[in-house]
């Protein structure tokens, strides 16, 4: 064997261990979601310590790919495609991480509200965005995986979905806060988790698009499509206004 082909071979093994490394990340944070939601449902504190506590493998899994990605392209010099790759994992881990937090923070809030049992019926909503948002993570990490690009458009184009959901539970909750003060507490912490699970849904998206680049070798050729609430806020009467002196 010559020195171009074990050097070829010995890149094929680095980014096939990245590859491994970045999915077992992707399970992490899915699990960090789901977790986080069930906590929120149950007001299960213990579930939303570990979720917590979870969230420090996530961070030691994007330092450790990030060490061997730069290591590896340190080492190889790659070009093109391989390259593309690298610099998608780091990207791709960088989401990740972020995935984590917004999940550790969903988490932070169940400890909040545990002893609230008000209006519990809400987290309908919230789970039914989050598993959405959580389908969308699995299908373009599938497709990271496989290094097909074929699910990463169809998963940018959802992102409208989640904006879509998020609007109408931030009118939901608005709507019972205004109408029951008692409520605001809890509405307002349900409000920060719905925030939370659609910044994972932008998450979701930007990795959508490095797997695209990684793959194809361009952008996807259009502006992303996203919903806009601000509208909707605009004419909505504060909060403050309804809760009485």
């Not at 917004?102 to 519990?120: E, P, T, W, Y």
């Not at 948002?133 to 699910?151: C, E, H, T, Y």
């Not at 920060?192 to 797997?211: L, M």
Request: aromatic share 4%; charged share 25%; glycine share 4%.
């Amino acid at each position: 064997m010559n020195v171009s082909e074990h050097t070829a071979r010995a890149f094929d093994t680095d980014l096939i261990k990245l590859t491994q490394m970045v999915a077992q990340m992707g399970g992490f944070a899915q699990k960090q979601i789901t977790d986080s939601i069930d906590a929120l449902a149950r007001r299960d504190e213990t579930l939303a310590h570990q979720v917590i506590g979870a969230d420090a493998a996530v961070d030691a899994l994007q330092r450790q790919i990030e060490e061997k990605a730069i290591a590896t392209i340190a080492l190889r010099q790659p070009m093109a495609v391989d390259l593309r790759a690298l610099v998608a994992m780091l990207r791709i881990a960088g989401d990740l991480e972020r995935i984590g937090d917004l999940a550790k923070n969903i988490g932070k809030r169940v400890i909040a509200v545990s002893s609230d049992n008000s209006q519990r019926t809400l987290i309908r909503g919230l789970k039914h965005m989050a598993a959405l948002v959580v389908s969308q993570l699995a299908a373009v990490l599938d497709s990271f995986v496989n290094r097909n690009p074929g699910s990463t458009v169809k998963v940018w184009q959802a992102d409208k979905e989640v904006d879509a959901l998020y609007v109408s539970l931030f009118r939901e909750l608005l709507t019972y806060a205004m109408e029951d003060p008692v409520t605001i507490s809890m509405c307002i912490h349900h409000l920060f988790c719905a925030k939370n699970i659609e910044r994972i849904g932008d998450h979701a998206t930007n990795i959508a698009e490095a797997v695209h680049y990684m793959v194809e070798g361009r952008a996807i050729a259009s502006e992303r499509p996203k919903g806009d609430i601000s509208s909707y806020l605009a004419g909505i009467p504060s909060i403050a206004t309804k809760v009485p002196a």
